[in-house]
């Protein structure tokens, strides 16, 4: 940590800051942005970093580019690359990109990259994808991005950033002749908002026909094991 930077702080203060780029993997500049911005309040600054990343993005990003070696990237994207198409990854790629990550193909974490990397194809990463996704994240080994998976983990723990990885699944999970995305962001309104009994469901309300016809499906399945619960 710089002593320009921190000379004049408070030992509690620089242990938040120790303690916020360990949790961010962010720059030294950003954490003491963040915190000096949030009253050096550890839980107000993280929750703030991931809602706003647009106002730490010019010290977070470039941090990140800086500490990553493009010539080293690029032999980890060629490690995968397909044959006949040099700058693709394709399934046979990603399933040994996932084997070198110890991850299940089709697990979250997988997702989790995808979403990081912006893929619009399932099964398949475009160099452009692979380069700039790996850049952001600071990594430039397999090992790098093995140690961040935590961190893209605990960054969808923020309600924002969940819906923005919960819409990008839409995109990216559907046939292109697929509409409605309308039904799927509503469905994450409905999960969040709604009771388990349904009991606040309002049927006037402005939902789609298909989660009605859920709710009235459920319905009285819930009151009859509610009831059977209580006798």
């Not at 040099?86 to 990603?94: L, P, R, S, V, Y």
Request: charged share 30%.
């Amino acid at each position: 940590m710089s002593e320009t930077n921190t000379y004049r702080l408070k030992s509690s203060q620089r242990e938040k800051i120790r303690q916020f780029i360990s949790l961010t993997q962010t720059s030294e500049k950003a954490a003491i942005h963040c915190l000096s911005a949030n009253d050096w309040k550890i839980e107000a600054s993280i929750d703030d970093y991931y809602q706003y990343p647009e106002k730490y993005s010019s010290s977070t990003k470039s941090n990140a580019r800086s500490a990553t070696d493009q010539k080293r990237l690029a032999s980890v994207f060629d490690r995968y690359k397909d044959p006949n198409e040099d700058d693709k990854i394709f399934e046979d790629g990603i399933v040994r990109f996932c084997d070198d990550l110890q991850l299940d193909p089709v697990g979250q974490p997988v997702l989790l990259i995808a979403w990081k990397f912006k893929a619009q194809t399932q099964c398949v990463f475009t160099k452009r994808e692979f380069m700039t996704g790996m850049t952001e994240l600071g990594c430039d080994s397999i090992e790098k991005l093995k140690n961040q998976i935590s961190n893209i983990e605990a960054e969808i723990q923020d309600s924002a950033k969940f819906k923005e990885f919960y819409q990008f699944t839409f995109g990216f999970g559907k046939n292109p002749q697929q509409r409605g995305m309308d039904t799927w962001n509503l469905l994450l309104d409905f999960v969040v908002t709604i009771k388990e009994d349904l009991s606040n469901y309002d049927e006037d309300g402005a939902w789609p026909v298909v989660i009605d016809e859920f709710v009235d499906y459920a319905k009285p399945k819930i009151a009859s094991r509610l009831k059977s619960t209580v006798v």
